[in-house]
């Protein structure tokens, strides 16, 4: 939690904790200005109806991912690690044409509904967020070269 509240603060915002299920009343009430939260619960929680600019930050990209102990991937013969490495790809693949899909088929419905999808240059959050990503590594919260590694990958 410290390093997401910590990130919002470099960010410029004043974040504020709201448990999840109060949100949208929090948005609605003008308790909280904004939220941070995955375009689908934008759609799925009508977010857009409280809140209804979206400015699209891209600050967080959720992987697919499939876990294996160490130890039970070790063991495993050489022709059932490319099996499982294949398919774990081959599902990583899916799932990202099945995230664009459903943004693309939710941001329209929730643009037919009045809201407004604002892109911007996110060249500044990367700046601000740089001195804060540094600190978090020095004090071992984040591995060395995280944030470098991560900011490669555009």
């Not at 915002?13 to 904004?34: F, H, I, N």
């Not at 059932?80 to 995230?99: F, M, P």
């Not at 037919?112 to 999808?117: I, S």
Request: proline share 5%; glycine share 6%; net charge negative.
């Amino acid at each position: 939690l410290e390093v997401y509240y910590e990130t919002w603060k470099a960010f410029g915002a004043g974040p504020v904790v709201v448990p999840w299920a109060e949100a949208y009343v929090a948005l609605k009430q003008g308790v909280v200005d904004g939220m941070d939260s995955p375009l689908s619960s934008v759609y799925g929680q009508k977010f857009f109806e409280v809140a209804p600019y979206i400015v699209m930050t891209n600050h967080q990209i959720d992987p697919y991912n499939v876990l294996v102990s160490e130890k039970a991937y070790k063991a495993l013969p050489d022709d059932l690690k490319a099996v499982i490495t294949s398919c774990a790809r081959e599902a990583g693949d899916w799932y990202s044409q099945l995230v664009v899909q459903s943004y693309e088929e939710e941001k329209a419905m929730m643009i037919q509904a009045g809201a407004k999808f604002i892109e911007i240059d996110t060249t500044e959050f990367v700046q601000r967020a740089l001195p804060l990503a540094q600190s978090f590594e020095n004090r071992g919260l984040w591995s060395k070269g995280l944030f470098e590694a991560i900011s490669a990958l555009k």
